[in-house]
């Protein structure tokens, strides 16, 4: 085969190559997110409209005993998850499970973890990049920096207890009703997100632990906490 002929191949495959590396990037860095944008306002509007069905009507008597909340649906939103360290208007719905499909449209709620506001440990994931990016300023957590959560009826602040922690994926104790390597030394309202890391990898996790500081009926307003 000539030389010019094969110059002239190895050209043509590198630019090849070129234009797919052009592809991925351009998916990774902006198709991910404009999927996970529209995936997410329409969890945020499904959660918003059911909540609006089930609202109690103004004047009506309260049940004496309120109904069993409801399991979890795989899949489907339950809760709306706010941290004001990571600017204005960051909101995220969070879904039961942490499959795949379940974190392309926001958060996901580590199955058998607590529910918002109980005695345990209630434990969510997010992406770090792709997807919208929910979690990509999480090493900027601080201790006292609020997390705030509604679902609907009540809204729960949790508090960070300190900076991330960086482990390994199979470390599950960061997520046990007392989560190990908190410094909660016993059973208590705890959260946990989780994360990858490093930023672009998922060799590790990221880790941030809170502890429940306040809860609200969603009646009387935003907690202050949101300007904190």
Same mark, same amino acid.
């Given at each position: ?10 050209? #043509? ?62 899949? #489907? ?13 960051? =909101? ?25 506001? =109980? ?79 490093? #930023? ?29």
């Amino acid at each position: 085969m000539p030389v010019r002929l094969v110059v002239r191949t190895f050209s #043509e495959l590198c630019i090849t190559v070129g234009a797919l590396i052009v592809l991925f990037v351009v998916y990774v860095l902006f198709w991910t997110g404009v999927k996970a944008a529209d995936a997410t306002g329409a969890e945020l509007d499904a959660l918003r409209g059911q909540w609006a069905r089930t609202a109690p009507v103004p004047g009506a008597r309260p049940s004496p005993e309120p109904p069993a909340p409801a399991a979890y649906r795989d899949g #489907e939103p339950f809760a709306m998850l706010y941290i004001p360290r990571f600017g204005k208007g960051w =909101e995220w719905p969070v879904l039961e499970n942490t499959e795949v499909r379940t974190l392309q449209k926001g958060l996901g709620h580590y199955r058998g973890t607590a529910r918002p506001g =109980e005695t345990g440990n209630f434990a969510v994931a997010g992406h770090r990049r792709t997807y919208g990016d929910p979690f990509k300023d999480f090493p900027k957590l601080r201790r006292g920096d609020a997390v705030l959560l509604t679902d609907g009826t009540t809204w729960f602040t949790y508090r960070i207890g300190k900076p991330p922690h960086r482990t390994v994926p199979s470390d599950t104790g960061v997520i046990a009703p007392v989560p190990r390597g908190s410094g909660f030394d016993g059973p208590g309202r705890y959260l946990t997100l989780t994360t990858c890391d490093p #930023e672009w990898g998922s060799s590790h996790r990221l880790i941030a632990w809170a502890h429940l500081d306040a809860t609200r009926p969603v009646a009387e307003g935003r907690p202050a906490a949101f300007h904190s």
